[in-house]
């Protein structure tokens, strides 16, 4: 059964700060991973897509790189600012059949401070 | 595009009585649409996975007479909470995927339900 860990569940820093948020699973056999951003009581919103054969995806301030060898992933924010704070969702695609299911960790629960 | 509507964004209802969840893909063709749960300060717990026109499936230890799930069209899935209770109040959302961006999948904004 895959599982997925975030480090640390929370983070606090301060404005300004690049940052890394850590998201590992236990099987690498997996289709995609994918990085969203999830404020209070709000659905999700995605941030970055890496497909399996791929290593990194940028998107603006932010960097996320997939090593399926060794079951981790991480997410880059450069140049932190308070509109970031929010909680970071990791989630895993099921490799094989069709219906892809996402497994997610627990979250990072970013605060950035002014 | 790709973009998932969920109905309505926070509902309070009795206990005992039913709420009904819906789930729209505006602009694409949701061939599979996932329902979650979550509860405060945890992840998302896939709940199940239903295909446009066929019975949904269930994760383990999920009631499928309690959470009713509908996908009879392309673009809209329900979800109905039957005889809900308390301990049914928590954080739902909806997710579709289907003919764009491959296996990727698009989320709606989530429905609060509180059971009172």
């Known amino acids: 059964k895959q599982e997925v860990t975030q480090i640390p569940a929370a983070l606090s820093v301060p404005e300004g700060e690049n940052l890394v948020l850590n998201c590992s699973f236990t099987?690498?056999?997996?289709?995609?991973l994918q990085w969203f951003r999830q404020d209070p009581g709000k659905g999700l919103t995605s941030l970055l897509l890496?497909?399996?054969?791929?290593r990194e995806q940028t998107s603006g301030r932010l960097n996320a790189s997939l090593d399926k060898s060794s079951g981790r992933s991480t997410l880059y924010i450069a140049a932190s600012q308070p509109g970031d704070s929010a909680t970071y969702l990791c989630?895993?695609?099921?490799?094989?059949?069709?219906?892809?299911?996402?497994?997610f960790g627990k979250g990072t629960l970013l605060t950035v401070n002014p | 595009g790709a973009v998932v509507s969920q109905h309505p964004s926070w509902v309070i209802c009795k206990s005992g009585t039913s709420v009904k969840i819906e789930c729209r893909s505006l602009?694409?063709?949701?061939?599979?649409m996932f329902w979650y749960r979550q509860f405060p300060k945890q992840s998302l717990m896939l709940m199940a996975t239903?295909?446009?026109?066929?019975?949904?499936?269930?994760e383990q230890g999920v009631e499928k007479d309690k959470f009713l799930i509908n996908h009879a069209s392309l673009t809209l899935s329900t979800l109905t909470v039957t005889s809900a209770h308390p301990e049914d109040s928590s954080f739902y959302i909806c997710?579709?995927?289907?003919?764009?961006?491959?296996?990727?999948?698009?989320f709606g904004q989530g429905t609060r339900l509180t059971v009172v």
């Open positions: 997710s579709a995927r289907g003919t764009v961006r491959g296996a990727e999948a698009f």
């Open positions: 099987d690498s056999a997996i289709y995609n």
């Open positions: 989630a895993v695609y099921k490799s094989g059949g069709s219906n892809y299911k996402l497994t």
């Open positions: 602009d694409f063709q949701a061939t599979t």
């Open positions: 890496i497909q399996s054969s791929q």
């Open positions: 239903s295909n446009e026109g066929s019975k949904a499936t269930y």
